[in-house]
């Protein structure tokens, strides 16, 4: 199995900055992407960012220019930098991790972590 948690959530004020983890831990095999995405209160799922195992990035337009995705060659972690943090970007984030995993028969799956808030407001 794949355990996914993410951390560096908080509170802060309109332009400020987070730096929100992904860690991914298991017998995992490799990590082909890692993806973040973000709920606010009754609203739908909303994808954020996302990075390939090429290193290839994709960002919704609401984002692109303050934030930045990031996973280190061969690790099991990512980032997400956030900064110039407006209200609207007030949500909980989670992060999903697809990858494939080490011994046996081939599988592959995608996992999600339980989610860290994000608050932005003076």
């Known amino acids: 199995q794949m355990q996914v948690v993410e951390t560096g959530g908080g509170l802060v004020q309109p332009g400020g900055s987070l730096l929100l983890s992904c860690v991914a831990s298991?017998?995992?095999?490799?990590?082909?992407?890692m993806g973040w995405y973000r709920q606010d209160s009754g609203k739908q799922l909303e994808f954020v960012a996302a990075i390939n195992d090429d290193g290839s990035t994709t960002y919704v337009d609401s984002v692109k220019g303050r934030f930045t995705i990031s996973r280190p060659h061969a690790t099991t972690t990512g980032y997400l930098q956030m900064t110039n943090l407006k209200p609207e970007d007030t949500a909980v984030y989670f992060c999903n991790v697809d990858g494939a995993l080490a011994g046996g028969a081939y599988r592959r799956l995608s996992s999600w972590g339980q989610g860290t808030q994000v608050t932005v407001s003076s």
């Open positions: 298991g017998n995992i095999f490799t990590i082909y992407s």
